[in-house]
Protein backbone atom coordinates (compact mmCIF):
# COMPACT_ATOMS: atom_id res chain seq x y z
CA UNK A 1 0.00 0.00 0.00
CA UNK A 2 2.56 2.12 1.18
CA UNK A 3 5.02 1.46 -2.23
CA UNK A 4 1.67 2.25 -4.20
CA UNK A 5 1.38 5.48 -2.94
CA UNK A 6 4.74 6.96 -3.27
CA UNK A 7 4.59 5.52 -7.00
CA UNK A 8 1.16 7.80 -6.97
CA UNK A 9 3.32 10.40 -5.51
CA UNK A 10 6.23 10.43 -8.00
CA UNK A 11 3.45 10.12 -10.91
CA UNK A 12 1.63 13.24 -9.63
CA UNK A 13 5.28 14.87 -9.65
CA UNK A 14 6.25 13.53 -13.41
CA UNK A 15 3.35 14.71 -15.17
CA UNK A 16 3.79 18.38 -13.97
CA UNK A 17 6.73 18.27 -14.42
CA UNK A 18 6.79 17.44 -18.18
CA UNK A 19 4.17 19.87 -18.52
CA UNK A 20 6.86 22.77 -16.83
CA UNK A 21 9.24 21.47 -19.58
CA UNK A 22 7.01 22.26 -22.12
CA UNK A 23 6.18 26.00 -20.84
CA UNK A 24 9.91 26.27 -20.58
CA UNK A 25 9.86 25.55 -24.37
CA UNK A 26 7.18 27.51 -25.43
CA UNK A 27 8.21 30.52 -23.49
CA UNK A 28 11.74 30.45 -23.16
CA UNK A 29 12.79 29.04 -26.75
CA UNK A 30 9.81 30.35 -28.56
CA UNK A 31 9.38 26.86 -29.58
CA UNK A 32 5.39 26.23 -31.41
CA UNK A 33 2.89 24.54 -28.84
CA UNK A 34 1.79 21.94 -31.22
CA UNK A 35 5.55 20.84 -31.88
CA UNK A 36 5.84 20.31 -28.15
CA UNK A 37 2.50 18.09 -28.00
CA UNK A 38 3.71 16.20 -31.12
CA UNK A 39 7.12 15.44 -29.88
CA UNK A 40 6.07 14.75 -26.75
CA UNK A 41 3.73 11.57 -27.72
CA UNK A 42 6.39 10.84 -30.29
CA UNK A 43 8.82 10.40 -27.33
CA UNK A 44 6.38 8.32 -25.28
CA UNK A 45 5.46 6.11 -28.19
CA UNK A 46 9.22 5.33 -28.25
CA UNK A 47 9.05 4.84 -24.52
CA UNK A 48 6.43 2.55 -24.38
CA UNK A 49 7.38 0.73 -27.53
CA UNK A 50 10.52 -0.32 -25.86
CA UNK A 51 8.89 -1.40 -22.51
CA UNK A 52 6.53 -3.55 -24.82
CA UNK A 53 9.29 -5.45 -26.75
CA UNK A 54 7.94 -4.66 -29.91
CA UNK A 55 3.67 -6.22 -28.92
CA UNK A 56 1.52 -4.69 -30.32
CA UNK A 57 -2.31 -5.40 -30.56
CA UNK A 58 -2.45 -4.38 -34.20
CA UNK A 59 -6.05 -5.32 -34.97
CA UNK A 60 -6.77 -2.23 -32.40
CA UNK A 61 -5.78 0.35 -35.09
CA UNK A 62 -8.71 -0.24 -37.53
CA UNK A 63 -10.88 0.10 -34.59
CA UNK A 64 -12.63 3.76 -35.18
CA UNK A 65 -13.53 4.00 -31.86
CA UNK A 66 -9.33 3.97 -31.05
CA UNK A 67 -8.59 6.81 -32.86
CA UNK A 68 -11.49 9.07 -31.84
CA UNK A 69 -10.25 7.71 -28.29
CA UNK A 70 -6.47 8.98 -29.56
CA UNK A 71 -8.36 11.95 -31.09
CA UNK A 72 -9.34 13.58 -27.93
CA UNK A 73 -6.04 13.58 -25.89
CA UNK A 74 -4.33 14.50 -28.73
CA UNK A 75 -6.69 17.82 -28.47
CA UNK A 76 -6.12 18.12 -24.93
CA UNK A 77 -2.67 17.61 -24.69
CA UNK A 78 -2.10 20.64 -27.29
CA UNK A 79 -4.95 22.89 -25.83
CA UNK A 80 -3.02 22.68 -22.18
CA UNK A 81 0.46 23.41 -24.06
CA UNK A 82 -1.28 26.04 -25.59
CA UNK A 83 -2.49 27.48 -22.34
CA UNK A 84 1.08 27.16 -20.74
CA UNK A 85 2.52 29.19 -22.88
CA UNK A 86 0.41 32.31 -21.54
CA UNK A 87 -0.83 31.48 -18.17
CA UNK A 88 0.75 30.30 -14.60
CA UNK A 89 0.98 26.18 -14.97
CA UNK A 90 -0.86 25.94 -11.19
CA UNK A 91 -3.96 28.31 -12.69
CA UNK A 92 -3.91 25.94 -16.37
CA UNK A 93 -3.87 23.15 -13.91
CA UNK A 94 -6.51 24.17 -11.94
CA UNK A 95 -8.55 24.96 -14.80
CA UNK A 96 -8.50 21.58 -16.50
CA UNK A 97 -9.50 19.92 -13.35
CA UNK A 98 -13.13 20.44 -15.07
CA UNK A 99 -12.35 17.14 -16.50
CA UNK A 100 -13.82 15.36 -13.84
CA UNK A 101 -17.11 17.28 -14.10
CA UNK A 102 -17.08 17.15 -17.99
CA UNK A 103 -16.48 12.93 -17.39
CA UNK A 104 -19.19 12.43 -15.16
CA UNK A 105 -22.17 14.67 -17.02
CA UNK A 106 -21.04 12.22 -20.28
CA UNK A 107 -20.84 8.67 -18.29
CA UNK A 108 -24.26 9.38 -17.44
CA UNK A 109 -25.44 10.29 -20.63
CA UNK A 110 -23.78 7.34 -22.75
CA UNK A 111 -22.85 4.93 -20.48
CA UNK A 112 -25.70 5.15 -18.08
CA UNK A 113 -24.02 5.26 -15.03
CA UNK A 114 -26.42 5.98 -12.10
CA UNK A 115 -26.75 9.97 -10.96
CA UNK A 116 -25.64 10.10 -7.24
CA UNK A 117 -26.75 13.30 -5.84
CA UNK A 118 -24.39 13.43 -3.46
CA UNK A 119 -21.20 13.36 -6.09
CA UNK A 120 -23.59 15.52 -7.87
CA UNK A 121 -23.19 18.07 -5.28
CA UNK A 122 -19.43 17.73 -4.57
CA UNK A 123 -18.70 17.76 -8.16
CA UNK A 124 -20.39 21.43 -8.38
CA UNK A 125 -18.53 22.30 -5.64
CA UNK A 126 -15.32 21.24 -7.50
CA UNK A 127 -17.24 23.14 -10.55
CA UNK A 128 -17.28 26.54 -8.24
CA UNK A 129 -13.46 25.86 -7.77
CA UNK A 130 -12.53 25.84 -11.45
CA UNK A 131 -14.71 28.95 -11.94
CA UNK A 132 -12.34 30.49 -9.04
CA UNK A 133 -9.57 30.07 -10.73
CA UNK A 134 -11.45 30.60 -14.29
CA UNK A 135 -13.45 33.81 -13.65
CA UNK A 136 -14.95 33.85 -16.57
CA UNK A 137 -16.19 37.66 -17.51
CA UNK A 138 -14.03 38.94 -15.14
CA UNK A 139 -10.72 39.07 -16.74
CA UNK A 140 -10.91 35.11 -18.06
CA UNK A 141 -7.90 35.10 -20.82
CA UNK A 142 -7.76 32.77 -23.85
CA UNK A 143 -5.10 31.09 -23.08
CA UNK A 144 -7.52 30.35 -19.68
CA UNK A 145 -9.94 29.23 -22.28
CA UNK A 146 -7.53 26.97 -24.01
CA UNK A 147 -7.32 25.26 -20.52
CA UNK A 148 -10.66 24.94 -19.94
CA UNK A 149 -10.98 23.44 -23.48
CA UNK A 150 -8.02 21.26 -22.17
CA UNK A 151 -9.94 19.89 -19.24
CA UNK A 152 -13.09 19.51 -21.72
CA UNK A 153 -11.16 16.97 -23.87
CA UNK A 154 -9.94 14.97 -21.11
CA UNK A 155 -13.09 14.46 -19.25
CA UNK A 156 -14.35 13.07 -22.87
CA UNK A 157 -11.24 10.95 -22.98
CA UNK A 158 -11.73 9.84 -19.85
CA UNK A 159 -15.04 8.69 -20.45
CA UNK A 160 -14.05 7.30 -23.75
CA UNK A 161 -11.30 5.41 -21.82
CA UNK A 162 -14.02 3.67 -19.40
CA UNK A 163 -16.10 2.77 -22.57
CA UNK A 164 -13.09 0.82 -23.95
CA UNK A 165 -11.72 -0.77 -21.06
CA UNK A 166 -12.25 -3.87 -21.73
CA UNK A 167 -10.88 -4.07 -25.48
CA UNK A 168 -7.28 -4.53 -24.53
CA UNK A 169 -4.93 -3.88 -21.75
CA UNK A 170 -4.11 -0.99 -20.65
CA UNK A 171 -0.41 -0.46 -21.77
CA UNK A 172 -1.87 -1.45 -24.92
CA UNK A 173 -4.40 1.18 -24.87
CA UNK A 174 -1.28 3.80 -24.09
CA UNK A 175 0.49 2.79 -26.66
CA UNK A 176 -2.22 3.60 -28.94
CA UNK A 177 -2.84 6.70 -27.30
CA UNK A 178 0.72 8.41 -28.23
CA UNK A 179 1.55 6.07 -32.04
CA UNK A 180 -2.08 8.20 -32.64
CA UNK A 181 -1.57 11.18 -31.30
CA UNK A 182 1.61 11.62 -32.86
CA UNK A 183 0.37 10.74 -36.33
CA UNK A 184 -2.60 12.94 -35.60
CA UNK A 185 -0.31 16.16 -34.54
CA UNK A 186 2.05 15.41 -37.04
CA UNK A 187 0.85 17.35 -39.67
CA UNK A 188 0.57 20.76 -37.90
CA UNK A 189 3.12 20.24 -35.33
CA UNK A 190 5.83 19.76 -38.03
CA UNK A 191 5.46 22.91 -39.70
CA UNK A 192 7.20 24.69 -37.39
CA UNK A 193 10.22 22.83 -36.47
CA UNK A 194 12.29 24.57 -34.14
CA UNK A 195 16.27 24.76 -33.91
CA UNK A 196 17.43 21.70 -32.42
CA UNK A 197 19.87 23.39 -29.79
CA UNK A 198 20.82 21.58 -26.75
CA UNK A 199 17.95 22.92 -24.32
CA UNK A 200 15.50 22.13 -26.52
CA UNK A 201 16.62 18.74 -26.86
CA UNK A 202 16.68 18.44 -23.33
CA UNK A 203 13.58 20.42 -22.45
CA UNK A 204 12.08 18.09 -25.27
CA UNK A 205 13.20 14.84 -23.96
CA UNK A 206 12.39 15.82 -20.36
CA UNK A 207 8.46 16.64 -21.11
CA UNK A 208 8.16 13.37 -22.84
CA UNK A 209 10.04 11.31 -20.80
CA UNK A 210 8.46 12.96 -17.61
CA UNK A 211 4.76 12.49 -18.76
CA UNK A 212 5.01 8.95 -19.83
CA UNK A 213 6.74 7.85 -17.23
CA UNK A 214 4.27 9.68 -14.63
CA UNK A 215 1.83 8.03 -16.89
CA UNK A 216 3.25 4.29 -16.74
CA UNK A 217 3.41 5.00 -12.91
CA UNK A 218 0.36 5.33 -12.95
CA UNK A 219 -0.79 2.12 -14.17
CA UNK A 220 1.46 -0.06 -12.51
CA UNK A 221 0.32 1.68 -8.94
CA UNK A 222 -3.16 0.80 -10.03
CA UNK A 223 -2.46 -2.70 -10.79
CA UNK A 224 -1.14 -3.05 -7.53
CA UNK A 225 -3.82 -1.48 -5.46
CA UNK A 226 -7.23 -0.49 -5.98
CA UNK A 227 -8.16 2.75 -8.12
CA UNK A 228 -11.08 4.14 -5.41
CA UNK A 229 -7.61 4.03 -2.46
CA UNK A 230 -5.48 5.86 -4.91
CA UNK A 231 -7.57 8.06 -6.67
CA UNK A 232 -7.18 11.02 -4.29
CA UNK A 233 -3.93 11.64 -5.21
CA UNK A 234 -4.38 12.58 -8.55
CA UNK A 235 -5.12 15.59 -6.59
CA UNK A 236 -1.59 16.16 -5.77
CA UNK A 237 -0.93 17.39 -9.35
CA UNK A 238 -2.30 20.63 -8.30
CA UNK A 239 0.35 21.03 -5.51
CA UNK A 240 2.84 19.83 -7.68
CA UNK A 241 2.00 22.25 -10.58
CA UNK A 242 1.93 25.21 -7.81
CA UNK A 243 5.29 24.53 -6.46
CA UNK A 244 6.83 23.98 -9.89
CA UNK A 245 5.18 27.44 -10.91
CA UNK A 246 6.68 28.86 -8.10
CA UNK A 247 10.16 27.55 -8.00
CA UNK A 248 11.05 27.60 -11.88
CA UNK A 249 8.89 30.47 -12.90
CA UNK A 250 8.82 32.35 -9.52
CA UNK A 251 4.65 32.86 -9.78
CA UNK A 252 2.36 32.26 -7.45
CA UNK A 253 -2.00 31.63 -7.78
CA UNK A 254 -3.53 34.96 -6.13
CA UNK A 255 -5.49 34.12 -3.13
CA UNK A 256 -8.81 33.71 -5.59
CA UNK A 257 -7.24 31.33 -7.45
CA UNK A 258 -5.92 29.69 -4.20
CA UNK A 259 -9.27 29.64 -2.45
CA UNK A 260 -10.34 27.93 -5.97
CA UNK A 261 -7.69 25.52 -5.66
CA UNK A 262 -8.46 24.11 -2.42
CA UNK A 263 -12.22 23.86 -3.32
CA UNK A 264 -11.35 21.76 -6.64
CA UNK A 265 -9.29 19.66 -3.91
CA UNK A 266 -11.36 19.42 -1.14
CA UNK A 267 -14.33 18.46 -3.57
CA UNK A 268 -11.95 15.87 -5.12
CA UNK A 269 -11.20 14.20 -2.13
CA UNK A 270 -14.64 13.60 -0.55
CA UNK A 271 -16.51 12.42 -3.96
CA UNK A 272 -13.86 9.99 -3.50
CA UNK A 273 -14.15 9.39 -0.04
CA UNK A 274 -18.55 9.19 -0.93
CA UNK A 275 -17.75 6.60 -3.47
CA UNK A 276 -15.66 4.02 -1.18
Known amino acids: MLGSVALMFVAMSLIPLGDTAGKLLTTEHGVAPFFVAFSRFAVGAAMIALILGGRVLWPLYRDWRIWFRAGLIAAGIACILTALATEDIATVFGAFFIGPVVSYGLSIYFLGERVSVGRTVLLALGLGGVLLVVRPGFGMTPGLGFAVLAGCFYGAFLTASRWLSDVAPPRQLMLTQTVLGTILLAPIGLIEVPVMTLPVVGLTLMSG ?26 YFQLVSATLLGWSVFGTFPDPLALMGLALVVGAGFATLALRR
Open 209 to 234: VASASGNLLLILAYKRTGATVLAPFV
